[in-house]
């Protein structure tokens, strides 16, 4: 019966591991990050297009400070000017993660026509 659960248990663990190793978690950022995107407005194709290019690219860490772009208390949803736009983005305080944002909505926006 031990040796029955020990592999069932190694069994588990090898298929996460294969699954993350495949690209299981990217796939399901990617989903994440879409879904984002398309209740904020942007297209599905577009969406799902930088969806994957940043999950592919940016960290999970990185990631999580995407959300500084979210609007705070007495904040608009979308910026209304470019300080509040800029505001928001001094707010991420990650460089290579404001690259990426640009990069792949300005590929995708040109790919997804």
Do not use: H
């Amino acid at each position: 019966m031990r040796k029955a659960i020990i592999g069932i248990a190694l069994v588990a663990i090898l298929g996460f591991f294969a699954w993350g190793y495949f690209g299981g978690i990217e796939r399901v950022t990617a989903g994440r990050i879409e879904s984002v995107l398309v209740d904020k407005g942007i297209s599905q194709p577009v969406a799902a297009c930088m969806g994957s290019r940043m999950a592919e690219r940016l960290s999970l860490n990185q990631l999580r400070k995407l959300e500084n772009l979210q609007a705070r208390d007495g904040e608009n949803a979308v910026p209304l000017t470019m300080a509040e736009f800029l505001e928001r983005l001094r707010r991420v305080d990650d460089p290579e993660a404001i690259e990426v944002v640009g990069t792949s909505a300005a590929i995708c926006s040109f790919t997804t026509r």
